[in-house]
């Protein structure tokens, strides 16, 4: 069987959506094998290495690899076609492509905001089973920009994967890469943690309002529940809707006790004062 060696060197990682549970990323997809129909003898006993024309590329065999967790994707063709492959005098074929693609990513959201995710991103040939054709990686599977940034999540490590899958028609080989994201907690402590914190300490100003003062106590109360409620319902709009408690739930949910709690304190106080 044909060894195909993989790797990806990427440029951005971009769209980490909890809502459709996918990211899409933009890379370099680079693949060598070996084809001895392809061996010449280097010409002039110097040039052991050519470059292969756009031209020629449909004539030459290219292993039929494809993204089995893909969800869309597209090649490069601004300004030219974006793919380069270069021959050796041995038969070696380096072939690389320019690839931008979304691919699914199911995510666990349980303990949301402070979760880690793991995306993967699999390589499997589409019409070869592994009797005839196998991957491997490269030395160096996975290359990294390192100006790569994300705005809301932190890249922390990726891990290698053999997910070969047994079909009617066969085994067909796969790799896998998997994507260790963490999710940075500084936007939801400036937009959910510290917001809902300072509502729930209003809520006790009441307890030092006078109990005869009722437009005042009920009106912060009322404030308070109305305004938390809201911040609830807003924290978790951009999520899918799960059926499990999300760590962002019980916050909210344990702030909106504490809320309606001061609002039931100046009731029960309001009836024994009468008394």
């Known amino acids: 069987p044909t060894e195909v060696n993989l790797g990806i060197y990427i440029n951005s990682f971009y769209s980490i959506s909890e809502q459709t549970m996918d990211y899409s990323v933009s890379m370099y997809l680079r693949q060598l094998w070996r084809d001895p129909r392809l061996m010449y003898p280097p010409l002039f006993n110097?040039?052991?290495?050519?470059?292969?024309?756009?031209?020629?590329?449909?004539?030459?065999?290219?292993?039929?690899?494809?993204?089995?967790?893909?969800?869309?994707a597209t090649f490069h063709e601004v300004t030219v076609n974006n793919r380069f492959m270069k021959l050796n005098s041995t038969g070696h074929v380096w072939y690389v492509t320019k690839i931008s693609a979304t691919l699914s990513c199911p995510m666990k959201l349980e303990n949301y905001p402070l979760d880690?995710?793991?995306?993967?991103?699999?390589?499997?040939?589409?019409?070869?089973?592994?009797?005839?054709?196998?991957?491997?990686?490269?030395?160096?599977?996975?290359?990294?920009?390192?100006?790569?940034?994300?705005?809301?999540?932190?890249?922390?490590?990726?891990?290698?994967?053999?997910?070969a899958q047994n079909y009617t028609a066969g085994i067909y080989p796969c790799q896998e890469i998997r994507f260790l994201l963490q999710r940075d907690v500084g936007y939801f402590l400036i937009q959910v943690y510290i917001p809902s914190m300072?509502?729930?300490?209003?809520?006790?100003?009441?307890?030092?309002?006078?109990?005869?003062?009722?437009?005042?106590?009920?009106?912060?109360?009322?404030?308070?529940?109305?305004?938390?409620?809201?911040?609830?319902?807003?924290?978790?709009a951009t999520l899918p809707r799960v059926s499990y408690i999300k760590a962002i739930d019980v916050w909210m949910s344990v702030c909106l006790v504490f809320v309606f709690a001061a609002l039931l304190e100046y009731a029960a106080v309001n009836v024994l004062s009468r008394r």
């Open 46 to 72: 110097k040039t052991k290495e050519i470059r292969v024309g756009d031209q020629f590329l449909h004539d030459l065999w290219i292993p039929d690899t494809f993204f089995r967790n893909e969800k869309r």
């Open 116 to 163: 880690k995710q793991v995306c993967p991103m699999m390589f499997e040939s589409f019409g070869y089973t592994m009797d005839t054709l196998y991957f491997t990686w490269l030395p160096t599977a996975v290359d990294i920009d390192k100006r790569l940034e994300m705005p809301q999540f932190s890249l922390r490590g990726h891990f290698l994967n053999d997910c």
């Open 198 to 236: 300072l509502i729930v300490i209003l809520s006790w100003v009441s307890f030092w309002i006078n109990v005869d003062a009722s437009p005042a106590r009920v009106s912060i109360g009322l404030l308070t529940v109305l305004t938390t409620t809201t911040q609830s319902s807003q924290s978790t």
